[in-house]
């Protein structure tokens, strides 16, 4: 193993989007259990503070790998298309309109039918958008195209998340 491999590289992996998640979990048990601190016991407290930072590095690569948006994100980054999501708020006509309607459905929402119907609108949103990320990133390798879909993702990640709280502040 070595610390300067990116993540897929440390977990075996290609570069590509889909990624089967039962391999993942399987590599990742796989690779804790080469890096236990406990392992290198006999070996000295230098040896486990290695074994340490190997561990916490495999941690570090296996939340992003295991999250789609992180690992479209990661992507973008490796492949040099940063998401840039603080200071690139560009966004398509389409879409800010949907924020909007988005918005304005979850301040009027009364219900928990209505968070339900607003919150199944959402996760469709999200499916497709992670549809399209998949199809940017391992046919089309339009990395700049899948940043622009890794933003959209993070605004949906964010509206599911208010919607979470609005649910909270309705007592429902």
Partial sequence: MNLQSDDFELFGLPRRFAQDRAALDARWKDLQREAHPDRFAAQGAAAQRVAMQWSVRINEAYQRLKDPLKR????????????????????????????????????????????????????????AALARCGELIDAQQDWAGAAREVRSLMFIARFAHDIDVRREQLGQ
């Fill in 72 to 127: 479209a994100a990661y992507l973008c980054e490796l492949h040099g298309a940063p998401i840039r999501a603080e200071d690139n708020t560009a966004m398509p006509a389409a879409f800010l309109m949907q924020q909007i309607e988005w918005r304005e459905a979850l301040d009027e929402a009364a219900s928990s039918a209505d968070l339900d119907a607003l919150d199944d609108e959402t996760q469709a949103a999200r499916t």
